[in-house]
């Protein structure tokens, strides 16, 4: 896995995903219908730093999810957050929000 290490100082912002947390991403991607736009996730290890969503290649293909100070973040292929929520559930309104890559062209 190639998840980036979080920072060992006391300062740092982002945290380690639980093991609730993961089973809470697993409910809620198994809850979204077969042809939704968010297709899988994966995460390494047993407190991950990151964890990867997948989108159908339309809508781009992956998106670290990082936790920092209690929220949600989503990041884009190229590094660029692009969503922040406090929950799951909202967080998924984000991911069903975001442009496909198909919608980001110029006509």
């Not at 740092?12 to 809470?24: E, G, P, T």
Request: proline share 9%; net charge negative; glycine share 4%.
């Amino acid at each position: 896995c190639a998840a980036p290490d979080p920072d060992p100082s006391p300062s740092s912002a982002m945290s380690r995903f639980s093991a609730s947390d993961l089973d809470a991403i697993d409910r809620l991607w198994r809850s979204v219908p077969e042809d939704h736009v968010w297709t899988g996730w994966s995460a390494c290890g047993e407190a991950p730093v990151e964890i990867i969503l997948y989108r159908t290649r339309a809508h781009w293909r992956r998106f670290p999810l990082r936790k920092s100070k209690g929220a949600f973040v989503l990041f884009d292929d190229h590094g660029v957050e692009v969503a922040r929520s406090q929950s799951l559930d909202e967080l998924l309104a984000q991911v069903e929000a975001i442009p496909g890559l198909a919608s980001d062209a110029p006509p």
